[in-house]
Each structure stands twice: as structure tokens, then as C-alpha cells.
């Protein structure tokens, strides 16, 4: 409690983590967040000292994200106060044995601590911190359908799991794709449709199951919350990004990272290269054009009105291109399949021109997030070397 900041900075802190990271993850019920927010900061300093540990860890751990995000005169002052803030997280989920006790904020903080890591170049730590992570997202039942595993459970609750689920998959199968490691979050049985569009998991205040209560608490999320709508306008674009990224990280982790990470080629023949390029391509035409378009207006209109919108049009755009540029590049000499160069060359370019959209339009953002920077050197390499390898 003795390093918490000021209350005026930590609400400076969520606001940037809601703006620059939650988009990219939407795994925070905001509301709830929020809520709980105003809560604790409301209590006396007496009281806060027997606050659940796990949620100072969550709260700790968006300051550290937020940190990264804002301008600071200095870029070494940021790094330090961040990695303050991340040290804070990581001692309260200590304090809360997260070891032997694991809830949904204790994967929350998880999942934005290992971003973190990455962010600030400890990508090794990540990958070692993400294994527990996934360990104890398997031992929740996370990984199952929560209609089967958790029927009782309230609709809010089970979406928060999938979204929850989804967020520690993506984390695993695109940090494996660059470390080019097993991936660990390989058995679900949830459906990416099972995260739908119905929106009665959002309960007015003054009503609860669809009847009218003339009660209102004041200590509701609706009187809390700085948040006063019945539920975000951006939630059902929300879904179609989780919707939409959750389809693609399935058929990554399964024809992309699997075999590398035990070093053999992704295709064992023409036929079956051709096949998978086609399975990439066609699944690009089932997503919603908001993420797909690199049309230079289209961008140029989103950074201007829609900022949460374009954020994730470029990590869409940015992984999905990538991974395309690993397929055509594949090469498996012993089967006859050989690089597609041009291919693997409009992909890489594709990608990189999401990473030049992210710096022209949101440049503070581009600036911290690693695996996007990690992504655009990998791709400049592969421009570089696909052709000089085909000379040769």
C-alpha cells in the first residue's frame, strides 16, 4: 500500500491502459474493473491494507501498462517506474499464493505481466512466466467450454472465461510463432462462436433478471463506474475481434507453430502448400472488413474517429500476414515444395505496411509494443533474403 500512486496518476494509468492496451486484449470487464477501482481507492488506508492481495496485483500490473504508454521526458524515468509498478504486481500475487490459488483476476495480472516482460525486452522471462500461466489456466478449467464445465455459472461469467481463455491462447501461439517453441495452450474444447453477440450479460442497475427494482444501490457499478453507458458501444466489435483472432491463432498453433517448433516444414507436399495458402486466404475473406482493410483512406478515416477500431485492424493485419509469409516461404526440398518468393514477398509486405500504418498513425503505441517491432524485423529480413537465397 506504501508505493500506491497518487489517485490522480493511478486514474491517468487506467485511462492509458484502456485506451492503448484493451483493445488489443479485450479480457477486462471494464465495468467491473472500474467498479472495484472506485471502490478500493473510496476505502480508508486501514482498510486497504485487507484488500485481496490478487486485486492490487491487477491493479499494480495496469499501471506498469499504462506506464509504458505515456510520454515521459525521460525513457529511462519510464522503464523504471514501470518496472516498479510490474515488481508491486508480481509481490502482491506472492502475497496471494497464486501458486496454489488461481481466480480470473489472478490470470488477468498474469497475462498483462508476461506483455510486460515482452515489452520490455525480456522476452525469455515471458516465455517462462506465460508456462505457468497456462499451467494454471488448465488447472481453472479455463480451457473448457464453460456451458459444460461451468453450467451454473452466471452468462457474464462464462463469456469473461472465454474471453479470458482466448487472450492466454493468443499470448501463447504469436509468442510462439517468434520464438519458434512448442506451444503449450494446444487442448480446448471452447468454440470461437460460443463467444456470441448477445449483450444480457450487461444488467442494468435497477434490474436484475429483466425486473424492475425502484431500489437503486449506490454502490452499483452504474454509480460507481465513470463508465455510464449499459455497455460499451465498441462490445460487439469487440467479439468480432476475438472472434476473428481466436480463428486464426486455431489454425497457427495447429499448421504453423507445431512443426516448427520441431524444426520440419510446414507442408509435406505441393498439393498440401497450396491447400494451406488457400485455408489462409479464405479464412481472410470470413472476417469483418474493419480488420482486413489496409486502404490508405480506410486508415487514415479509423485514426481520425475510431483509434480502438484501428488498433486492432493492425494487430490482425500484423499477425495474420506474418504467418502467411512463413507458409509461402516454407520450403521442404526433399518433397519438391519450394519457396513461393513472390508470395512470401506480398506478404511480408503486407504485414510491414501495417507496422508503417502503426507508426505513421499511433507511433507512442508502436514504439512499445515488442512482438509487433519483433514482427517488422523478421518480415525486413525476409525481404532481404528470400530473393538473394533464390539467386543462389
Not at 496518476?9 to 479480457?27: C, G, S
Not at 516498479?84 to 490459488?101: G, I, M, T
Amino acid at each position: 500500500m506504501g508505493v500506491l500512486p497518487a489517485k490522480e496518476q493511478a486514474d491517468n494509468l487506467v485511462d492509458k491502459y484502456f485506451d492503448a492496451v484493451d483493445p488489443v486484449y479485450p479480457m477486462v470487464h471494464r465495468r467491473n474493473f472500474y467498479a472495484d477501482y472506485e471502490r478500493f481507492w473510496a476505502l480508508p488506508p486501514e482498510q486497504k491494507q485487507t484488500v485481496e492481495p490478487v486485486l492490487v496485483a491487477l491493479h499494480f500490473v495496469v499501471y506498469a501498462m499504462g506506464t509504458q504508454f505515456i510520454h515521459t521526458p525521460s525513457s529511462q524515468e519510464r522503464t523504471q517506474i514501470a518496472e516498479f509498478y510490474v515488481s508491486a504486481a508480481q509481490q502482491a500475487l506472492r502475497l496471494s499464493s497464486y501458486l496454489s490459488r488461481a481466480s480470473v483476476r489472478t490470470l488477468q495480472a498474469m497475462v498483462l505481466i508476461g506483455y510486460f516482460l515482452m515489452n520490455d525486452n525480456h522476452a525469455s522471462d515471458a516465455w517462462a512466466f506465460g508456462g505457468v500461466l497456462v499451467r494454471q489456466a488448465y488447472a481453472m478449467g479455463l480451457h473448457r467450454d464453460p456451458d459444460t464445465i461451468a453450467p451454473r455459472c452466471s452468462r457474464s461469467d462464462k463469456q469473461q472465461r472465454r474471453k479470458l481463455w482466448q487472450a492466454i491462447f493468443f499470448q501463447d501461439t504469436f509468442l510462439t510463432v517468434l520464438l519458434q517453441l512448442p506451444p503449450t495452450t494446444t487442448f480446448s474444447d471452447i468454440q470461437p462462436e460460443s463467444l456470441g453477440d448477445e449483450l444480457d450479460d450487461y444488467v442494468p442497475n435497477g434490474a436484475s433478471n429483466g425486473t424492475a427494482d425502484t431500489v437503486i444501490n449506490p454502490m452499483s457499478i452504474s454509480n460507481i463506474a465513470s463508465i455510464t453507458d449499459l455497455y460499451p458501444p465498441y462490445e460487439l466489435s469487440d467479439r468480432r475481434y476475438i472472434r476473428s483472432m481466436w480463428h486464426m491463432a486455431n489454425i497457427v498453433s495447429r499448421t504453423v507453430c507445431t512443426p516448427r517448433s520441431l524444426a520440419t516444414p510446414l507442408t509435406t507436399s505441393v498439393a498440401h502448400k497450396a491447400q494451406l495458402v488457400n485455408d489462409f486466404f479464405s479464412l481472410h475473406q470470413s472476417f469483418p472488413q474493419d480488420l482486413t482493410t489496409s486502404s490508405e483512406d480506410a486508415i487514415r478515416n479509423m485514426a481520425e474517429t475510431n483509434a480502438r477500431g484501428l488498433r486492432q485492424n493492425l494487430f490482425f493485419r500484423s499477425n495474420f500476414w506474418h504467418c502467411v509469409m512463413t507458409v509461402q516461404a516454407d520450403e521442404n526440398v526433399g518433397e519438391g515444395v519450394a519457396p513461393d518468393v513472390k508470395g512470401a514477398l506480398e506478404a511480408a509486405r503486407m504485414a510491414l505496411q501495417a507496422f508503417f500504418h502503426f507508426w505513421e498513425y499511433l507511433r507512442t503505441d508502436a514504439s512499445v509494443w515488442w512482438v509487433f517491432q519483433h514482427r517488422a524485423f523478421e518480415e525486413a529480413v525476409s525481404c532481404h533474403c528470400i530473393p538473394t537465397c533464390c539467386k543462389s
